[in-house]
């Protein structure tokens, strides 16, 4: 029997679901087969990849978290993880349809841009992508580098997608507050993914971390691929002053996200299984 210490987990993936490349079925496996002891999985604004995950993680031993990332607007913005127990995430989705709502506005607003600027691009080109529920900027990439428009995916966000350049448009999100508050409402545990992205200095983290506690904020992803060792200290000092849980994952994508394996990142992660066991408890699970 492997003791707790010597097993491993990864508490933030995506499939197909939302931006991954892999299934939700196959990104169980591909987990397995790593030697992963659980994974979660987190896509963008939806939960529709959890149960086939789930049925996938009975079939193999591997333990299914369900969760979702929720994009909130903030400086210009923030991704909330949700971390779901005993099919409580079932109670989040009217929600994230309310959010999957919103990209569907914008979408349109980028083809059209898109096409004005010169590349010859539908909407139905770009949803013939998706194998999930999520349509975003990832599918438009994609149908971007299929079309020989850019070379990466990387490229289409760095010329064309990403804040500032010439086909972006904002979405309409929640708030940091807002995305806390429908986790709680759901039966969820909230956490803050992938701190460092906020660019902000460690005095203004913790600050920000002890406004978001008094809306209920629950933990931070101290762990994280992109995370210095300094980094990962710093957090795992402010959620010691703040009361916080700590988690971890490695943001994997699949093939989307080169370089970036599940559970060990770019071979800097090694996430233990306490961290999970701790996340339990809070849920009362």
């Known amino acids: 029997m492997v003791s707790d210490i010597d097993k491993y987990i990864d508490l933030h993936t995506h499939s197909t679901a939302s931006d991954g490349s892999m299934s939700p079925g196959e990104l169980v496996r591909h ?50 993880l949700g971390y779901f127990f005993n099919g409580a995430h079932d109670n989040i989705k009217p929600a994230l349809s309310r959010l999957r709502e919103n990209r569907d506005v914008r979408n349109p607003k980028i083809i059209k841009r898109l096409n004005e600027l010169g590349f010859n691009i539908s909407l139905e080109e770009v949803e013939a992508e998706v194998m999930g529920s999520v349509v975003g900027r990832p599918h438009i990439a994609k149908a971007m580098l299929k079309k020989g428009y850019v070379k990466s995916i990387e490229e289409a966000f760095d010329k064309y997608l990403s804040t500032g350049r010439p086909a972006y448009f904002k979405k309409d999100k929640l708030t940091p507050e807002e995305g806390i508050k429908e986790i709680l409402r759901a039966g969820g545990i909230p956490v803050v993914a992938h701190p460092i992205y906020l660019y902000h200095t460690w005095s203004e983290l913790d600050k920000l971390f002890g406004n978001l506690v008094k809306s209920g904020l629950k933990g931070i992803e101290a762990y994280y691929v992109d995370n210095s060792a300094d980094d990962t200290g710093n957090l795992l000092r402010l959620a010691i002053k703040h009361g916080l849980l700590v988690t971890g994952g490695s943001d994997f994508h699949g093939s989307f996200k080169n370089g970036i394996e599940i559970g060990v990142g770019r071979g800097n992660l090694k996430i233990e299984y306490v961290l999970l066991e701790k996340l339990k408890k809070a849920a009362n699970v």
């Open 31 to 80: 987990a397995a087969k790593c030697g992963l002891h659980a994974v979660a999985i987190t896509d963008h604004d939806t939960v529709e990849g959890v149960d086939e995950a789930a049925d996938e993680g009975r079939k193999l031993g591997i333990e299914v978290i369900a969760g979702v990332e929720i994009s909130a607007n903030y400086k210009p913005e923030m991704h909330i």
